[in-house]
């Protein structure tokens, strides 16, 4: 980032809308201000932030152990612009794949519910994306319509990878940065349970020998055992249930839903928990990535050291924050977003999701 010291007087005039300026200084890539709030320090951002719009940078409000800085940084270049037919393109393709995984591998060879297995997983995987958009866009945060990945039903027996959203701009602030983050977790889980009602009361019980020859077996979460033992009654020991393909959709959904919420990175779980703990949210995140591959060996599930390594690859074990990240936040969205956040491990983080059906045979 070069700047002349007339770019250094046009931020300074900016950022004076709402502070008085102390000191200056540039960086590499930055030019920042030391700075006190004229008024809230919501209000005070606030103005800076309206006086830099439609401007190519952007100002970051930081608590130092100085004091208080105001950071001007050039804005991310946007991505290019992907068309309405590439979204359509992926999502048709996406829904050929897995319907052809839910005819291989949950279904038997049955068209109908082939489809009707594609239908409930990629309804819960586009419905928890778009809580994301729709929390975002309410935020005035430039957000795309989901986009979904498809993936070889011979490689992964869901035929899908998931779906993703692009985020344009960051956060605002604290408070906005779990509310997009809380957003698609809290929207998949809810569409995650009638369609578990509707899988579960279409699957059958059947004696534990029927597992016999079987590979795998799918363990459920807490959320799945509560539906179950409702509508189906408690399960015996020597029983298993049979789940008809819906039901492994609901599956599906609510395992996705463990992933995302674990409080690592910039998965939701990170962006709640560096809404929350500003100034500790590394610990937390380093804190859950050792854990994770203790259970995974612990209980033989391989799945959570690789989600922990691919998080890493991916993130870094690192958040940005938002724009905003001095004002703070409201009671009522701190205790929201810790109650949420753990309601929805507790629900859905299960530390086998999947387990060798020999073990479970042999019990």
Known sequence: MIVGK????????K??????????????GFVAFDVSPKQTHEESYNKVFEAFEGEEHIPLYRKTKKG?????????KKKREISSLTHLALLI???????????????????????????????????HE???TVASRMRKIDA?????????????????????????????NRNSLIDVGLAGPVAGFLISIPIAIIGLKLSTIAPISTIAGEEYVFTM????????????GPISPDTVIQPHPIAMAAWAGFFVTALNILPMGQLDGGHVIRGLFPTHFRKIFFGVAVVLPFIGILFLSPIWIFWVILTWLLTRLNHPGPLNDVSEMD??????????????????????PVIDAELLSNV
Request: charged letters at 15%.
């Open 221 to 232: 979460p807490l959320i799945l055992h509560m539906l179950s033992n409702y509508l189906l």
């Open 68 to 76: 208080l800085r105001v950071l001007v940084v050039p804005k991310k």
């Open 15 to 28: 950022v004076e809308k709402g502070f008085d300026v102390i000191n200056s200084a540039v960086g590499e």
């Open 144 to 172: 795309t319509l989901p986009f979904f990945i498809p993936a070889p039903p011979m490689i992964f027996p869901f035929g899908t990878f998931g779906a993703v959203i692009f985020m344009g701009s960051p956060a605002k």
């Open 130 to 132: 778009l809580g994301h």
């Open 93 to 127: 393709l996406t829904a050929m794949t897995v319907t052809w995984a839910g005819y291989v591998w949950w279904a038997e060879g049955n068209l109908g519910q082939s489809v009707m297995f594609a239908a409930a997983l990629m309804g819960v995987l586009g419905i």
């Open 331 to 352: 009671r009522r969205r701190k205790f929201y977003g810790a109650a949420i956040l753990l309601l929805l491990l507790i629900l859905c983080f299960t530390p086998a």
């Open 6 to 13: 007339e770019d250094i007087e046009g931020f300074q005039k």
